[in-house]
């Protein structure tokens, strides 16, 4: 037997659980339509469906959900409420975001495990607690403002730091102990986020993995995604139990799941095979256009308008001080290279 059928059965049994995945979720997406006909509501929500082909990609291959796509879309656009907007990306999340975690899996790309799972057993417990306790007082524009300020700062982070940002090809090595407090942190401050507007922990865990800990750019999307899914599928249990999945949010995610099925995984293989300095850019350029459009689209008040700066200002500081705490904790010399 030669090396490249070697090769090929080794490729095949590597990604059979992703075809396993895709196969099954296709016949159950399709079995549900069937049973329920659902034809017209997939041609009445065609316009989300053409969002969610954009927004899979960046799912894929950014650590920003599908949600940071759909959310704005749905609320600012499409003038839904903020519920809506947040439990679609849940369930939208939970379908490809779940598909790009298992081809990264599959694919053996390396991600910051350890980090990983303190992260998704702090937001186990902070994302129920918080879509329980804390969602219920937020009103729906506040939920707007937040989600705009997380994702401008992060905008605005990725400008301007975006250059140094793609020099960073290693993975770092720090005591587990650093690790522990640092990921269940990540995943109680992200937990909450989520809980909020849907997405917010891909973001968090990014920005820690690359500022403080000089991570490579792929290994810290792959990570973000893998928690993202983590969080989408918790945030759909958590609505279910509340009761507050509505028809409006099924009708679209029953449209949309088809594409970001495969539509973040190939975001996901693109990101190893075109630069990423052009997709970060037009991440960076969009969430910052959506902060602009957010406060144009709610009119905040004076106060508020002014709450928004400082907080776009309390996240640039926090990122400024996550650099220099990396710089101090692993010096140049001590990264280790990334494998190919």
Not at 80 to 91: I, K, V
């Amino acid at each position: 037997m030669d090396l490249r059928t070697l090769l090929t059965r080794d490729r095949t049994r590597r990604y059979a659980p992703f075809v396993v995945w895709a196969g099954a979720f296709l016949v159950a997406w399709l079995t549900l339509v069937l049973a329920m006909d659902l034809w017209d509501e997939i041609v009445g929500h065609w316009r989300i469906a053409l969002t969610m082909l954009a927004g899979s990609y960046v799912a894929g291959s950014t650590p920003m959900g599908g949600g940071t796509v759909g959310f704005p879309i749905l609320v600012l656009l499409f003038d839904q409420p903020a519920s809506l907007g947040r439990n679609f990306s849940f369930l939208i999340q939970s379908v490809g975001m779940t598909s790009a975690a298992i081809y990264i899996l599959c694919s053996r790309r390396p991600i910051a495990a350890r980090l990983l799972v303190y992260a998704m057993l702090a937001s186990l417990i902070t994302l129920p607690l918080a879509a329980w306790l804390l969602v219920p007082l937020v009103p729906g524009d506040g939920v707007k403002l937040v989600f705009a300020v997380i994702w401008g700062a992060f905008g605005l982070l990725t400008l301007l730091r975006l250059s140094s940002l793609l020099h960073t090809h290693h993975v770092p090595r720090l005591p587990g102990k650093l690790d522990a407090r640092i990921g269940l942190t990540v995943g109680a401050i992200g937990g909450v986020a989520a809980a909020l507007t849907g997405v917010g922990i891909d973001m968090l865990l990014y920005t820690v993995l690359v500022l403080v800990y000089r991570c490579d750019l792929r290994i810290a999307i792959a990570t973000s995604v893998v928690v993202m899914a983590f969080n989408s599928l918790v945030g759909t249990v958590t609505a279910a139990a509340l009761g507050t999945l509505d028809q409006e949010v099924f009708h679209n995610w029953v449209a949309a799941a088809p594409i970001v099925l495969f539509g973040a995984p190939l975001g996901a293989l693109m990101v190893t095979l075109i630069p990423r300095v052009h997709t970060m850019r037009i991440v960076g350029i969009l969430c910052v256009a959506q902060l602009i459009w957010t406060c144009v689209r709610v009119k905040p008040e004076p106060d508020a308008l002014v709450g928004v700066a400082l907080a776009i200002g309390l996240l640039m500081y926090g990122f400024r001080e996550m650099d220099r705490v990396g710089r101090k904790l692993i010096p140049d010399h001590a990264h280790g290279v990334v494998p190919n």
